[in-house]
């Protein structure tokens, strides 16, 4: 099917009135463009760790919805003109104008996965369920990831950094703590490796269930790799689950704002000497990060690890 996108050209002060003038239609989506920055309220507790470069306010947007293209758009189209009119009256709408423009109907869930490729980090193979072992790579230790909708193809350069490290400090038997488990790859990863046992959390009830779904694939049983959904920062009765002094090593490839305010709570379920591995660190973020793990007399700093633009640090815990 053929979707018409009908883009508005208006003002920044009119969009409000036209989002709520557009429900009242019946159109239930829409996409606003402008270049207002966010506040910090509406960045809080988004985990954005770099904010887009955006040019200079000038008080411009446009205001998109869609429509199938059927004979009875036409008088839902008439509607929305007729609503723009009526608020000329009552806000500047700038130009007002409307461009009708037509785009597929895409599985943009499953788009993606044309460029998710077999890979390999060290010695590790890590394939989309999906795809066939390629022949070079059949004597590879493998990993099978279908993310679903939760971070963790394994491809990107955080995800590497952890696996690299993981390689490095990981010890057979080792019980294992990741924070963030997004697809579990890095909590798989590390069982694959050898670890014993793997107690994952993230707070998206999805992540969890693409995680469960990969161990599966991966043949862990359901007890040495235990999921819980929540906040192990706040969630008491999450972090009486996961259990303090218990874990050799600590995995959180998240962001690193989150790194920061995760970092006193991952000390305590760590036994004296575990090793934490995080990632998700843009350099520019580097000294924010290596500042907070000083600051706490708890940890010791082992390593520093850079691909590219990001940043791996691991440390002891003392």
């Known amino acids: 099917m053929k979707w018409k996108k009908y883009t508005i050209d208006t003002t920044t002060a009119a969009v409000d009135l036209i989002s709520s003038m557009l429900e009242e239609q019946g159109i239930e989506g829409i996409e606003i463009e402008d270049n207002v920055p966010l506040t910090e309220a509406e960045t809080k507790g988004m985990f954005i760790d770099i904010l887009p470069e955006l040019p200079p306010d000038e008080g411009k947007a446009k205001v998109s919805f869609y429509l199938e293209g059927e004979e009875s758009d036409a008088a839902v189209l008439d509607g929305v003109k007729d609503g723009l009119e009526e608020l ?27 460029y998710f490729k077999p890979f390999t980090v060290g010695d590790i193979l890590i394939k ?4 066939a072992i390629p022949q070079e790579h059949g004597d590879k230790l493998m990993i099978e990831i279908d993310p679903g909708t939760a971070f963790g193809t394994g491809s990107h350069e955080t995800t590497q950094l952890c696996i690299r490290q993981l390689q490095k400090y990981l010890k057979p038997g080792d019980k294992v703590l990741d924070i963030g ?20 959390t993230d707070l998206d009830e999805n992540a969890v269930s ?3 779904e990969n161990a599966g694939v991966n043949k862990i049983p359901e007890d040495q790799f235990v999921l819980e959904t929540g906040n192990i920062i706040e969630d008491e009765a999450l972090q009486e689950k996961a259990g303090h002094d218990a874990y050799d090593v600590a995995v959180a490839n998240i962001l690193a704002p989150v ?27 580097e000294a924010d990060v290596r500042a907070a793990f000083e600051a706490n007399p708890e940890w010791e700093l082992l390593e520093t690890t850079y691909q590219n633009d990001w940043v791996s640090i691991t440390v002891k815990r003392k």
């Open 88 to 114: 000329r009256m009552f806000v500047e709408l700038g130009d007002g104008s409307i461009v009708c423009t037509e785009t597929e109907d895409k599985d943009w869930i499953n788009n993606w996965k044309q």
């Open 259 to 285: 790194i920061i305010m995760l970092q006193g709570e991952a000390a305590r379920h760590l036994k004296q000497g575990g090793i934490f591995i995080t990632s998700g660190i843009i350099n520019t973020k």
């Open 210 to 212: 693409a995680a469960r």
């Open 128 to 131: 989309p369920t999906w795809e």
């Open 181 to 200: 488990t997004g697809s579990g790859i890095l909590a798989i990863t590390a069982l694959k490796l050898g670890a014993g046992y793997a107690f994952g």
